[in-house]
């Protein structure tokens, strides 16, 4: 039997939802025999291809159409978390063409609906092209996604350096080597109690490690444990002592 899904949305929002992942997947199997991309994978592959160059570059102008978007199980498990959480401030590190961002500004929509705090989506997106799409999706969704959503553009280790609230959630769906500076660049905003949640742990560890071993570390004050999705999500609790 199929899980049922928490996320409650206008049916336009939902059949979007379903297409977009649809595509994200395609996309993914036509790059990567494991049907995913890992970004330390995909760089790795390039320079083996040719040493010469920068990987960097041609990682940037592959991605550069592509969605990779969260799975959709995960994106229900951060709207349904958002929501046990009362969640009303989350940082989305990064967006693509903003798929997991529409269930963020679902969840919080709700939250704040529910509570009466004020909140926000800060989102990031170093691609111009990417986040002109993103936006044409939030438009489509309409206000109750558009208007919760402020869309970052630009590198996120310096669009995420100044005015940000104090943070609920930060999802980290961003290429594994930036994982641990944007978690660095938004500590001192996270509240007591915060959620870090970070996509394809088990099979980006590799990539991970840096972060996997600062998180873990007792004394930067995170509570871990790593949920059973596909390729892993941590879910990490911040308990500062
Ligand atoms: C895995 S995708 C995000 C997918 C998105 N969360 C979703 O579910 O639809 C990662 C995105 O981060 C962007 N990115 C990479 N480096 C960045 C940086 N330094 N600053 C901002 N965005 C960056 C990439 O262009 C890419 O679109």
Request: with cysteine; glycine share 6%.
């Amino acid at each position: 039997m199929a899980s049922p899904s928490p996320v409650s949305a206008a049916a336009h929002i939902l059949q979007l939802l379903s297409q977009l992942h649809q595509i994200s997947l395609e996309q993914e199997a036509g790059i990567s025999k494991k049907g995913k991309v890992f970004s330390s994978d995909v760089l790795g592959d390039l320079e083996d291809k040719n040493p010469k160059i920068n990987p960097k570059d041609d990682f940037d102008r592959l991605m550069l159409d592509k969605f990779i978007a969260l799975d959709e199980d995960k994106c229900q498990f951060t709207y349904q978390l958002i929501n046990a959480m009362g969640a009303t401030n989350i940082v989305e590190a990064g967006t693509s063409f903003g798929v997991s961002t529409i269930y963020l500004a679902l969840a919080i929509g709700k939250t704040k609906a529910a509570t009466g705090k004020s909140g926000i989506v800060i989102a990031t997106e170093k691609e111009t092209k990417k986040a002109a799409i993103a936006r044409k999706y939030w438009r489509q969704c309409g206000p109750e996604v558009e208007q919760q959503i402020d869309l970052r553009e630009g590198d996120l280790l310096e669009t995420l350096k100044t005015d940000l609230p104090e943070v609920d959630l930060l999802l980290l769906d961003i290429w594994s080597a930036l994982s641990l500076p944007t978690l660095k660049t938004v500590l001192p905003r996270l509240r007591p109690g915060a959620v870090v949640l970070t996509d394809n742990t088990i099979s980006g560890a590799k990539g991970y490690a840096d972060l996997l071993a600062y998180l873990r570390a007792p004394e930067n004050g995170f509570e871990n444990m790593t949920l059973p999705f596909t390729n892993g999500f941590e879910m990490s609790v911040y308990r500062p002592q």
